[in-house]
């Protein structure tokens, strides 16, 4: 019997259609399967729960399904632990994002670049790596399937500091090969790509026609010239300047990739992520959590002018579930590749993977070799190998062998619960542009975020 843990099961908008995936595999589901759903928030639990069983009686899987609030029991003798964690996301998230603002560092948002990022991923790496911990106890040969952000700081922590084979998974890259199809007019299914980098900050190296092998690039730089600026500015205007001065085609968009770079902000305007007036006070205190914002043409201006905040708020365009099932009644599939991966160790079908967060090992040579880098890969029973690629453009990798530097400080912050390290990682990343307020900095974001930090001295 094949055993999937799954991590975060509770979370009512990717719980459900994660484990529907899983159902949805035949191939998974006749050799014998057991799916354990875990989350400490019970009443999402039992929902989860509660569709899975309806999904697996429907499609007639005679899957085990169970549930349950102790992580242990979930992951002891797994072969696979899917990971999808954030402790009440909003409310830390507008610390990340404006606490470094208010000492004037102009990040973008600070999701998994920026000086908020580095909170962000210490409060999960604390988290993920006592899951990790206890894997090598109770199912030391499981790989864990990664959804939490900042994938590749919480991968690289994992990958250096325990013996788990993690892999880190997002749908960025799948992003850019939509802007791409679009922008080219041509058929997703007919584009090939090759891109690599780090999470939320990738570049393609190779964009064809599948079909005839033509090279897509001089046609996508005609396009591109031609194209008026305002056009889907707050998307693909920075990422259109950086196609023109280091010349590959970065995704998934210009409020990713923008916060790795100190002077995105002349693209985007991160002054309106989670949106509030200071004087009333600050979100963490009063619980009036504001509605993120991640793309601006996308906000939707026509709404009730009287707020209700008694209800669950979401980001813009998010609704409180994803759809599960098409008009016919037939289930639908998330897209991620999760399933995929699972599938191909179990049955040793050979499987391209388009994007995967795992160690470089040499997959871009001229990163570092420990680097948790974003990269096309391989997959079948013996795990998951990057492929090999071209060195990435000098622009572009001396940019990310920065971050290469603030991820390994970080890492080394977290195990050696250095106040020292994490203060180093600050201060050479990218926006910060003073020491006193640096530190400033440091000091709140430590207080305010006590409760979830791990302890640094």
């Given amino acids: 019997m094949i055993k999937v843990a799954y991590i975060g099961a509770g979370s009512l908008q990717f719980g459900p259609i994660i484990v529907q995936d ?32 309806y999904v697996n009686e429907k499609l007639k899987r005679n899957a085990k399904i ?5 992580r242990d029991d979930a992951i002891r003798n797994a072969d696979f632990v899917i990971c999808a ?46 899951l990790a911990k206890a894997m090598e106890d109770l199912c030391p040969n499981a790989l864990l399937l990664n959804f939490s952000n900042p994938e590749h700081k919480i991968c690289e922590a994992v990958t250096r500091l325990t013996n788990i084979k993690a892999v880190g998974l997002c749908h960025g890259v799948f992003m850019g090969r939509e802007q791409l199809s679009e922008l080219l007019n041509i058929p997703l299914h007919e584009l090939q790509t090759k891109a690599c980098g780090i999470n939320h900050f990738t570049w393609f190296q190779e964009i064809k026609n599948k079909s005839t092998g033509e090279n897509l ?19 693909l205007a920075l990422g259109r300047i950086l196609f023109r001065r280091f010349g590959l085609w970065p ?48 906000v939707d201006y026509d709404r009730p002018w009287n707020k209700d905040w008694s209800k669950k708020l979401l980001p813009v365009g998010s609704t409180e579930e994803i759809v599960l099932e098409n008009e016919d009644g037939s289930f639908k599939s998330s897209g991620e590749i999760a ?59 001396a940019t990310i062998r920065l971050h290469a530097s603030i991820h390994q400080l970080l890492v080394e912050a977290y195990s050696e619960k250095s106040k020292d390290k ?36």
């Fill in 66 to 70: 169970v549930s349950g609030t102790n």
């Fill in 22 to 53: 899983i159902l949805l595999n035949e191939q998974l589901c006749s050799r014998g399967l057991e799916i354990y759903l875990m989350d400490i928030e019970k009443s999402h639990l039992d929902h989860v729960h509660s569709h899975a069983t």
């Fill in 85 to 130: 964690l954030e402790k009440d996301r909003n409310v830390y998230w507008s610390q990340d994002f404006h606490i470094p603002r208010k000492y004037g560092f102009k990040q973008v948002y600070g999701e998994n670049g920026g000086v908020g990022s580095l909170f962000h991923a210490l409060r999960n790496i604390k988290v993920i790596m006592e």
């Fill in 251 to 298: 995704s998934p968009a210009s409020n990713h990739y923008g916060e790795y770079i100190r002077w995105a902000e002349e693209f985007v305007i991160p002054q309106l992520q989670f949106f509030y007036d200071p004087y009333d006070g600050h979100p963490w205190e009063n619980n009036q959590i504001p509605e993120g914002v991640y793309t601006v043409d996308r």
């Fill in 422 to 457: 994490l203060l180093q990682a600050i201060l050479i990343e990218p926006t910060v542009d003073s020491y006193r307020n640096a530190v400033d900095m440091c000091n709140e974001m430590l207080e305010l975020q006590k409760e979830v930090l791990p302890a640094l001295h």
């Fill in 339 to 397: 399933t995929l991966i699972m599938e191909s160790m179990v049955t040793g079908h050979k499987q391209w993977l388009e994007a995967v967060n795992i160690p470089n090992k040499g997959a871009i040579p001229n990163l570092p070799d420990d680097l948790v880098v974003e990269v096309p890969a391989y997959c079948d029973a013996a795990g998951i190998q990057g492929i090999q690629l071209e060195p990435i453009p000098e622009g572009i990798a």
């Fill in 217 to 235: 690039y001089p046609r996508l730089r005609e396009i591109e010239q031609k194209g008026d600026w305002l056009a889907k500015w707050h998307e």
